[in-house]
């Protein structure tokens, strides 16, 4: 298949990331087509496509998590293939099969690599077995808590405590002894139960032995229709809140040139033991005192982080997922320059990071050399607490990390967005931060700054 027979393209996201995806479909010459519900038919990304579908109320289990609804607008406009962001049905096994029963091209991986990967517990034993380091921890689901003691007196405290499904740190925290791991498990279980429907008597908890000081790093692959994978570089995504990442850059400042060498490698057996296609992340957890590191997860699908990799190899991620979904094997000689870092602008309280919706008042973005912003809103759009209150991705790029730096503080300060309460305070302090600035942080540094 030539791309340029892959078109119409369903884009089955919203906001930023629909933004961002219509755009490469069209420079490919494509028509993009969107889907939207209730609360979101004013923003850009729906004035954008070259046709918009409206599929439902605001809340995202009658819209965008409604796997029907979505294949019967494919169906209705003629689409030939679908793309599905990141969130939502982007790792949903059950949609990827069904996209591709219905005769339409999926943009991902197969079904197989998702459902292999889409459980960390089985993850993590294929990965162990495939080569690539993986910390102590269970193997198997641990679905009480005298099984969850009895797994953390093997290990060995600090313990990491988390879902064996989802993501984005949901139901993630560290038990320090058994009375931390009864609160630990409790709400690992509960997470479980809301996220992954696992009954509460019977949840599937992964424990893993906690790294004090950890550096949170990941390699970003591409599988290719010829059975090549290629590591395409790492990014550093330690700055976090509620184990959930808020600023990324590329390269890592916190690893040497021997520990990425063979970081890249053993994400390279990652996705050739599941036989990966397409944009994939291999997530890694650095030991900041040993140089070392383990596997964490693997996300199949592209990152809401890719642009910091796109910057400092001149690639275009969209684009390599769309020719790999036509079949083609682009030579891909992987290069870096320079360094790039993103901040995600989030409408929340930047002390406290509690989701703050509101209407926008003011929306100015910063423009110029080296800098980049993949926004989803613009002025007269309100942020409802229907969805993840991400505005924008702010991103720079600069021929140093200093450079970069100052480039961030420039383009943070000129970013104006009034109405809603946003974090672009936090990112201002966080420029400003001595740690941050150093490159000497892990990911506890977000803690210690509202400490």
């Not at 089985?122 to 921890?137: D, F, H, I, T």
């Not at 275009?316 to 979904?325: F, G, I, P, S, T």
């Not at 991400?390 to 961030?408: F, I, M, P, S």
């Amino acid at each position: 298949m030539l791309i340029e027979t892959l078109g119409p393209v369903l884009v089955a996201n919203r906001g930023e990331i629909a933004r961002r995806v219509i755009r490469t479909v069209q420079r490919l010459g494509l028509r993009a087509i969107a889907v939207h519900s209730e609360a979101d038919g004013d923003l850009p990304f729906v004035r954008e496509a070259d046709e918009a579908v409206l599929i439902g109320p605001a809340d995202p289990a009658q819209s965008y998590l409604d796997a029907d609804k979505v294949l019967a607008a494919a169906r209705a406009t003629g689409a030939k293939a679908i793309h599905p962001g990141y969130g939502f049905l982007a790792e949903n096994v059950a949609f990827a099969r069904a996209v591709i029963d219905a005769g339409l091209v999926w943009i991902g991986p197969a079904p197989e690599a998702i459902d292999k990967m889409g459980d960390k517990i089985n993850a993590r034993n294929l990965m162990e077995k495939a080569g690539v380091p993986v910390a102590a921890g269970t193997r198997e689901p641990v679905t009480d808590l005298s099984l969850a003691l009895k797994a953390a007196d093997a290990i060995g405290y600090p313990v990491m405590v988390k879902t064996a499904g989802g993501g984005g740190g949901i139901g993630m925290s560290v038990a320090h002894d058994d009375e931390g791991l009864a609160k630990a498990f409790e709400q690992a279980a509960r997470a479980a139960a809301r996220f992954s429907g696992d009954a509460l008597d019977g949840p599937a908890v992964l424990l893993e032995r906690y790294i004090e000081r950890a550096r949170h790093v990941e390699v970003q692959i591409l599988g290719l229709p010829d059975g090549r994978v290629v590591a395409l570089g790492e990014r550093d995504c330690s700055v976090q809140r509620r184990h959930q990442k808020v600023v990324e850059e590329s390269p890592s400042p916190g690893i040497t040139s021997e520990l990425r060498e063979r970081m890249l490698a053993a994400a390279v057996r990652a996705g050739e033991a599941v036989a990966y296609l397409g944009a994939g992340t291999v997530e890694c957890l650095v030991d900041s005192d040993r140089q070392d590191f383990v596997f964490l997860e693997m996300n199949t699908r592209l990152q809401v982080e890719h642009p910091v990799t796109e910057l400092v190899t001149g690639l275009d991620l969209v684009e390599l997922q769309l020719r790999v979904a036509a079949g083609e094997s682009p030579e891909v000689r992987p290069a870096t320059t320079g360094h790039a870092i993103e901040f995600r602008v989030y409408a929340e309280d930047p002390q406290r990071f509690f989701p703050g919706p509101g209407t926008i008042t003011a929306w100015v973005e910063p423009d110029g050399a080296g800098v980049r912003v993949d926004s989803g809103y613009a002025a007269g759009n309100t942020v409802t607490p229907f969805y993840d209150p991400l505005l924008a991705k702010l991103c720079v790029h600069g021929e140093t990390r200093a450079d970069a730096l100052e480039k961030g503080r420039k383009a943070v300060d000129a970013f104006v967005v009034e109405g809603p309460k946003n974090n672009l305070p936090f990112c201002a302090e966080l420029l400003d931060n001595a740690e941050f600035v150093t490159g000497v942080y892990d990911t506890g540094l977000v803690g210690r700054m509202r400490a």
